[in-house]
Every structure is written in C-alpha cells, then in structure tokens.
C-alpha cells in the first residue's frame, strides 16, 4: 500500500470567469496509494468536481504538480494525456451518461472504440463486465428501459472497460434511493477489494463511510484526511463499518 499511484502537490485551480479571477482550488496536497479507496467530501461548490476534472486528467491545474504512477504530467501534450487517461482512468457519473439511442452492451463497448479491439472481441468483453456487474439479463435494454441502479452498473461496466487503474466517480449514488445506492457501493467495494483504486466524491457522510480514507475539503482545500476507523468514530457509528448486507439500511 505505499506504492503511490496519485501524488497531488500543492494544487491550485483558478477560473477566469468574465473577467473576474476565481480561485477555486487553494493548494491541495492529496496522496494515494494503489489499491485505495477514498472519499472526497465537502459542500456543494466546494471544488470536488474541479479536484476530480484534475485527477481525471480532464483539466489541468493552475499551479502545483500532479504525478501519475510515478509519471510527471504537467509536461504531456494533449494527445499523451489523452492516452493516458484512457488507459488509466474509469469515470462513473452521478447522472450515469449513458448513450439512450445504444443498448447496454453497446454502451459498454463504446471506449473500446479506440483501442484498436475487434468487434467480436468488444462484444466479448462488453458481455463479461456487464456479467461482472450483474447485468447478464440486460444485455439489449437500451438505457430508457433500465432502472437507475441498472443505469449506473452499466455505467460502471463502460468505466471498467479498459481495465483501468482509477475508477473515478463523482456523486455516483447522488441520483439513486437509499437501497440501490447501497447496492452500488457494495459493487464499488468488490471492486476495491479486487485491487481496484478507487476515488469518489460524495457529500454524503452515509456514503463516505464505505471508503477507507475520507478526506473534506472545505472551500478549495483540504480541512480534513480521515482514516475510516476515525471518521467513524467521529460521527458516532458505534457499530464500525457498513453492513455487507445490502438490506439492512
Ligand atoms: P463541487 O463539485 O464541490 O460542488 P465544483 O468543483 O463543481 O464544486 O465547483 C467549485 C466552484 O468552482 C463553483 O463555485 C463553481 O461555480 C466554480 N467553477 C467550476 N468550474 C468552473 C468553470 N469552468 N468556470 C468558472 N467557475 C467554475
Ligand atoms: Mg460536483
């Protein structure tokens, strides 16, 4: 656990939003390990976003350094990041962002679309994720004719499509109940315990408290960076960690 897959020194971010300058991140410093799962939590507009977008490799920060399994990325151009993020990273959306014209299957195949694999292969592959996350039933549904908590596997299945290192989800239960939520974050668990790195934002304590590590961040920077052993102390939850059984909540 002390290989290092994210290194994050110092970040800041700042936007020009109509003339004005708006700093957003105020130098964020945030390590973690391969095999981790973190939660990022804070209040609406507290930068969470804008810190995963960085993460993602989806914007770049304004000053600080970001290192990627050792690799410096500052200096990459568009291109190499592009790479690189494909290989690297798996994004889970809270509003799912699924194709609604594409089956299941094809939503899954989708960012494999650029790496050179073969039809039948993707479809192979698609096939197996969409087993993986308990799918296997809803292979030619189109998105309009699943369930939220369907949506989502399927959108964690096309996240896993390349066989990323990151898993990358912003407020991944934000749209679903209280149950199905549940459901997913015991996905996310398996996944975790299958080594997957995971990072999610919730500003959900309820949610937080299945990652291992959960780090606050409180108006562009970090005010918190709890264990999950303390941060369920903190807020009271006598009995340790969330139930494995999905019906309990
Ligand atoms: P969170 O995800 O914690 O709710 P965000 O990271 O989405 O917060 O946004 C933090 C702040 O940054 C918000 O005030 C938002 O309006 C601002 N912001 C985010 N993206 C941009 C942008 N592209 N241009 C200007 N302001 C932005
Ligand atoms: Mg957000």
Known sequence: MNNKIIEIEDIQKSFNYGGNLLSILKGITLHVSSGEFVAIMGPSGSGKSTLMNIIGLMDRPTAGSYRLQGQATEGLHEEERCRLRNKTMGFVFQSFNLLPRFTALRNVEIPMLYGGIAAFERS?????????????????????????????????????????SVLLADEPTGNLDQRTGKEILLLFRELHQEGKTIIMVTHDREVARWADRVVTIQDGAILLNDTQEVFLQKHGYDCGKPSLEPGLV
């Open 124 to 164: 192979k592959r698609a096939q197996a994720l969409l087993e993986r996350v308990g799918l296997e039933h809803r292979l030619y549904h189109r998105p309009n004719d699943l369930s939220g908590g369907e949506r989502q596997r399927v959108g964690i299945a096309r996240a896993l499509a390349n066989q990323p």
